[in-house]
């Protein structure tokens, strides 16, 4: 009786510990590559639709205003010109913000965060780019609403 016990708890304790995992795995962020077709959804994010369902990814270290903000739907704009419907991959680092993924992102081996910044559309958010795109910054983008978690702490 005391082993039949014991397997039933240890089969309940197997089950409710599995779905605790499932419960909380969507939590955890993903560390790696994807790579599917390009979805722009502003000057900052993305979703890949690969297989499954799309994965929605926030550009590593770039901060375009928002659609509704001075310069965001040009940048939400041209970002659709460099990569919408095209192959993409991206490099997720692991981390997450407001559900989204976070990486930087290719189309042809170009970033195409880099783009967006270099076109003047977005600024480098240096607390998280660690100043990767610092260089290709343009004086015009200055106007441009930039977020206080850019800044480095």
């Known amino acids: 009786m005391t082993v039949t016990r014991g397997s039933k708890s240890t089969t309940r304790n197997t089950i409710a ?18 790579a599917g077709n390009c979805r722009v ?3 900052d994010t993305i979703w890949v639709d690969g297989q499954g ?5 926030r550009l590593n270290g770039v ?12 940048a939400t704009e041209f970002l659709r010109t460099v990569c919408e419907g095209q192959p993409v991959k991206c490099e997720l680092d692991g981390s997450k913000t407001r559900g989204r993924e976070v990486g930087i992102c ?3 081996d170009a970033d195409i965060g880099a783009a ?7 600024r480098d958010c240096t607390r998280f780019s660690g100043g990767r795109y610092a260089g290709l910054e343009k004086p015009e983008a200055k106007y441009l609403a930039f977020p206080g978690y850019c800044s480095p702490r």
Do not use: M
């Not at 510990?17 to 790696?32: D, I, R």
């Not at 901060?63 to 040009?74: C, H, L, N, T, V």
């Open 63 to 74: 901060a375009a205003p928002e659609p509704r903000e001075p310069g965001g739907k040009q």
């Open 17 to 34: 510990l599995f779905l605790l995992a499932l419960l909380v795995a969507p939590a955890y962020a993903a560390k790696g590559t994807i």
């Open 106 to 108: 290719y189309v042809n």
């Open 41 to 43: 959804k502003d000057g």
């Open 116 to 122: 967006v910044i270099d076109k003047g559309l977005a």
């Open 53 to 57: 369902d799309p994965v929605e990814v």
